[in-house]
């Protein structure tokens, strides 16, 4: 599971397709979708399926939906105008003087609905966020039914922002209307073709726009201001930003070398993510982009990590056998009430990049070790064997891909997290590999096709008691899977002037030890295997 777009079939048989494809990477992947064993909940009370959702932040505009969805349209129009008297069809009160004119606000689907403006009808509404597409059905009486889930929403506002909250956690409303799609058009264009048939006496001008509520408006200025923060671009430069091309970056020797094939130590020089502009095809997908703390925007960490010893110690062991990238999925468990993510287990992909047939193999049998273990899928980890660990533009889309594909049809939030391992970058500070994890905020809705915004991760370190027999014996395998390979580390050879690769490795798995390190004989074995290995 590592950033290449989905090219081989490393689908998991008998799982859903948003399952599985990491192995057949083998250092690119196409992560699972779906965690395995533990239930995925929202982080904030959601109505049941087939339920109405009634609430929305656009709030007058849902109230005038969801109030009383049943109230002929000359009512609405009545009370939202203070007095429209007496009105009874759709446009009867909005022919009158100003008085009775009805507002936006009392324009809803069921009014459009009357007024022929729309059909009802199967998966003719949509909205697309983010990568992520929903559909929805519009029932006769204005209702609309989200068809993954059969759950009924009153209003286009109130299926919007529960949908996008879905994608992006932090998000506050929807701006449904002109968000959600009838046909492939947007609502809101409809509204304002009614408003111009019924409201004579408001100017061709005023309505051509996109009449967004006060609410909506609200909205669409935070988010211009939150990516503005994000980039870090100032008032004077907001018109001036320009991208950075990427022709000239150096390409990752471990991704543009066939496996086996020894890899020379060049080194990825990180940019900063104000830094990236639009996105640009012509950039280098390699491009290491730094990441960002959640404190620089003022914003909390989504969700609480803690995270075993024994994870760390198997991922950087694994990291450390070849000068190829490497990958691995992780098990944990995903706590609602506490918003804690706990990952517990380190998920090796013996295969190697282009072998189908080994990465199906791989994936059945990692699920089969989840489902054993009664764990879910919680995310996934790659090595960065001689570069920073840093996520890359290619990284940073697959993070983002695998945390859509994670949350699959779940009605609730399930994080993500990526991890990577840095064993041999020239960097480090000292022989102790750097491992990073990462987060991949969504880019500000007003520009979906941006770079989403690599965000750094506080963990919380958690020490086994002792290492388990299935760690060591997946260390074993991995000894096995890498033996004689051209790209295998030779651990006996210096690393630098004072320590063998063997030395190195043996520091940095030292600082991930258990409590508990009377199995340290196994691993001497481990260690005289590698050495001996070449």
């Known amino acids: 599971m590592i950033p290449d777009p989905p090219t081989s079939g490393g689908q998991l048989p008998g799982r859903p397709s948003n399952w599985g494809g990491a192995a057949s990477r083998a250092g690119k992947k196409e992560l699972a979708g779906r965690g395995v064993g533990t239930a995925m909940a ?41 007095g429209g008297g007496g009105s009874s069809g759709a446009g009867a009160g909005a022919s009158g003087g100003t ?14 609905l009357k007024d022929a403006q729309l059909e009802p009808g199967a998966g003719v509404l949509s909205i697309y966020y983010l990568g992520k597409k929903f559909m929805g059905d519009l029932q006769p009486d204005g209702r609309i039914v989200w068809q993954e889930t059969g759950q009924v929403f009153n209003s286009p506002s109130a299926w919007a922002t529960h949908c996008k909250k879905l994608v992006n956690p932090a998000k506050k409303s929807g701006c449904g209307w002109a968000s959600v799609k009838y046909k492939g058009q947007k609502l809101d264009k409809y509204k304002a073709a009614w408003l111009r048939r019924h409201q004579l006496h408001v100017p061709a001008a005023a309505t051509d726009e996109s009449p967004a509520s006060e609410g909506e408006e609200e909205e669409l200025l935070i988010e211009e201001e939150e990516e503005e923060v994000l980039a870090g671009v100032s008032a004077d430069d907001k018109s001036r930003r320009l991208p950075v091309k990427g022709s000239s970056e150096p390409v990752n020797p471990a991704e543009s070398t066939s496996p086996g094939k020894r890899v020379e130590n060049k080194i990825r020089v990180p940019v900063r993510y104000c830094m990236l ?22 914003k909390f960490q989504p969700f609480n990590v803690a995270i075993s ?68 899928l919680v995310g996934w980890y790659h090595s960065h064997p001689h570069s920073p660990a840093l996520p890359s533009l290619q990284d ?17 939030f399930q994080p993500c997290l990526a991890l990577l391992c840095s064993p041999y970058y020239s960097g480090n500070l000292g022989p102790e590999s750097k491992i990073s994890p990462f987060w991949v905020m969504p880019p500000p809705e007003q520009r979906p ?44 050879e210096p690393w630098n002037q004072e320590h063998t690769y063997l030395d190195k490795l043996k520091i940095s798995l030292a600082s991930r030890m258990p409590k508990d390190q009377g199995l340290c004989h196994v691993l001497e074995q481990v260690y005289s295997i590698l050495k001996q290995g070449n």
Request: aromatic fraction near 6%; charged fraction near 25%; proline fraction near 5%.
């Open 42 to 82: 929202a982080p904030e009370p959601l109505s049941p399926a087939g339920g109405a959702v009634e609430e929305g932040p656009e709030e007058d505009e849902d109230e005038a939906e969801a109030e009383d969805p049943e109230r002929p349209v000359g009512a609405i129009g009545a009370r939202s105008s203070g």
């Open 99 to 112: 008085g009775g004119a009805l507002t936006r606000r009392a324009v809803t689907l069921r009014v459009l």
């Open 277 to 298: 502009g639009s996105r640009d095809s012509a950039r280098n997908p390699h491009t290491l982009v730094e990441v960002t703390s959640f404190a620089a925007i003022n």
């Open 309 to 376: 010893s024994n994870v760390l110690f198997l991922l950087d062991f694994h990291s450390h056998l070849t000068r190829s990238e490497v990958v691995g999925y992780l098990g944990g468990r995903w706590d609602i009430n506490s918003q804690m993510l706990t990952v517990l287990r380190a998920f090796p992909c013996r295969s190697r990049l282009g072998d189908v047939d080994t990465a199906a193999t791989m994936e059945e049998e990692i699920y089969q070790s989840l489902l054993l273990r009664g764990l879910s």
């Open 396 to 412: 940073i889309d697959t993070q983002m891909d695998y945390q859509l594909r994670l949350q699959g049809s779940s009605n609730g």
């Open 449 to 492: 096709s941006d770079y989403g915004i690599p965000m750094d991760v506080e963990m919380a370190y958690v020490q086994d008691s002792f290492l388990t027999n299935d760690i060591l014996h997946e260390m074993m395998l991995l000894v096995e899977f890498y033996k004689g390979a051209p790209d295998l580390v030779r651990f006996q």
